[in-house]
C-alpha cells in the first residue's frame, strides 16, 4: 500500500465581528432585532445565552460598534474595573458562569442601577439558574430580561 502524505493547508483569516459578516437565521433573529432597538428596552439588565459558537460574542461586538461601550471577560473582570465602567453606558460582560464573584457582581449592578448603565452578559446558561449564594444578587438577577439564541 502506497503512503498517502497529506498536506494540511491552514486557511489565513482574521476573526471579525462585522454587522455584515453576521449570518442572520430564525435561531437568532429575535436576539439580533431585540439588541438593535437599545437603548428602547423594557429593562437595561440583559442576559443572552446560547451554546458555544452561537454567536453571542458576535452580536456583542456589533452592539457595542453600533453604541459605544465597554466589554470584560466574565472571569477577568477585576474590583479594579469597577472604577472605570462609570463612564460607559453600555457595559458587556461575555462568558458569565457561576464561578463568578458573587460580590464583585452584584457590585456592577448595583453601580450600573444607580448610574442607569446598560448591562448585557452572555452566558451559555441562563443566570437565573445559577445558584448564587447572595440574596441580594437573586433579586437584582430577577431584574433581567432574558434571551437566547437558539440551536
Do not use: C
Not at 454567536?55 to 452592539?63: P, R
Not at 456592577?108 to 445559577?130: F, G, M, R
Request: charged content about 30%; glycine content about 4%; cysteine-free.
Amino acid at each position: 500500500m502506497r503512503d498517502l502524505n497529506q498536506t494540511i493547508i491552514k486557511f489565513d483569516y482574521d476573526k471579525n465581528f462585522k454587522n455584515e459578516d453576521f449570518y442572520l437565521s430564525k435561531s437568532n433573529k429575535h436576539v439580533f432585532d431585540f439588541l438593535n432597538k437599545w437603548p428602547k428596552w423594557e429593562r437595561n439588565f440583559i442576559n443572552v445565552t446560547g451554546e458555544k459558537l452561537s454567536g453571542k460574542t458576535h452580536l456583542m461586538n456589533i452592539f457595542l460598534q453600533k453604541n459605544k461601550g465597554i466589554k470584560f471577560e466574565g472571569k477577568s473582570f477585576q474590583n479594579d474595573d469597577l472604577k472605570e465602567i462609570k463612564i460607559y453606558e453600555n457595559i458587556v460582560i461575555e462568558n458569565l458562569t457561576s464561578d463568578i464573584d458573587e460580590k464583585l457582581l452584584y457590585s456592577i449592578l448595583n453601580q450600573s442601577k444607580q448610574y442607569e448603565n446598560y448591562i448585557l452578559i452572555n452566558s451559555v446558561a441562563s443566570i437565573k439558574y445559577v445558584d448564587f449564594k447572595l440574596k441580594d444578587l437573586k433579586s437584582r438577577i430577577n431584574s433581567f430580561v432574558f434571551i437566547g439564541i437558539e440551536l
